[in-house]
């Protein structure tokens, strides 16, 4: 079973950085690709980031500029570096591994790590 430990959140003051980090137990090009996603207390879970296998990346429209998403593929771990961090983006952040080996396709979900940024 492949399983994905994220790492790094914590509590930050406005206008800070933090680096989250994703190790996934394989090897991570396996995976056609790899995402961040982050839920807040009574909000629906919402796509962050997202990095392909060929090295495409994506952002949603409030993190654009602020947030970067890189992977090591020695370590096989992904990361997301937020900058300029606001109260808004508090949340659990959340790692997803999608694999595809067609007709099969698998998603892998991390457990979280939290990001509470002050005011």
């Known amino acids: 079973q492949v399983q994905l430990v994220e790492s790094g959140g914590g509590l930050v003051q406005f206008g800070e950085s933090l680096k989250l980090s994703c190790t996934i137990s394989?090897?991570?090009?396996?995976?056609?690709?790899m995402n961040w996603y982050r839920q807040s207390p009574g909000n629906q879970r919402e796509w962050v980031a997202s990095?392909?296998?060929?090295?495409?990346?994506n952002y949603t429209d409030s993190v654009k500029g602020r947030f970067t998403i890189s992977r090591d593929n020695a370590k096989n771990t992904l990361y997301l570096q937020m900058n300029n961090l606001t109260p808004e983006d508090t949340a659990v952040y959340y790692c997803?591994?999608?694999?595809?080996?067609?007709?099969?396709?698998?998603?892998?979900w991390g457990q979280g790590t939290q990001v509470t940024v002050s005011a």
């Open positions: 997803r591994a999608q694999y595809r080996n067609t007709p099969l396709e698998l998603d892998f």
């Open positions: 394989a090897n991570i090009l396996r995976f056609y690709r």
């Open positions: 990095l392909t296998k060929g090295s495409n990346t």
